[in-house]
């Protein structure tokens, strides 16, 4: 079976982020850094998703639209909420080839969450949050259909 991966990360240059998860509103879920200084949260309002980014309560991304549209899917609009993962915490520890800090340790928080479409299809939107930055990507198990992330 196929993944189709869409990744965003944010890094950030000198503060750290933040580093817990937590539902701000019914329909906004949020994760933190470790240090909580940054968060990244998706909402779901008008049955479309969306996400912001902040950094010390300040938002550095406003809310952005997030889908996806395959040629037989649509992960646009239409959506319902399925589940959110309970956060969990990690260190990931490896080293570069080249750069200023080739040694890297990071303390990352993840949390995963699941929409489904009117067709019944569904879409995992795996967030993560680190000391140095927030991400999330969108992961749909399909079989070699052509699609468009936006």
């Known amino acids: 079976m196929n993944k189709m991966l869409f990744l965003l990360a944010v890094g950030l240059a000198s503060p ?15 994760l933190a850094s470790p240090d909580r200084q940054c968060e990244i949260s998706v ?5 479309r998703l969306n996400y912001q980014a902040s950094r010390a309560g300040k938002v550095f991304i406003q809310k952005s639209p997030l889908g996806l ?6 992960f646009e609009h239409s959506l319902s909420f399925e589940r959110a993962g309970k956060v969990t915490s990690r260190r990931e520890k490896y080293e570069l080839l080249a750069g200023v800090q080739p040694r890297v ?4 928080n993840f949390r995963i969450l699941t929409f489904r479409n009117a067709g019944g299809g569904t879409i995992e939107i795996d967030l993560a949050a680190s000391d ?7 992961e ?9 992330s936006r």
Do not use: I, M, Y
């Open 43 to 47: 909402s779901l309002e008008q049955d």
């Open 16 to 30: 750290p982020l933040c580093g817990v998860a937590a539902v701000a509103k019914t329909n906004t879920w949020s």
């Open 132 to 138: 140095e930055g927030v991400a999330f990507r969108s």
């Open 140 to 148: 749909e198990r399909r079989v070699g259909k052509e699609c468009r």
């Open 105 to 108: 340790d990071h303390r990352l």
């Open 69 to 74: 549209r395959r040629d037989d899917q649509n």
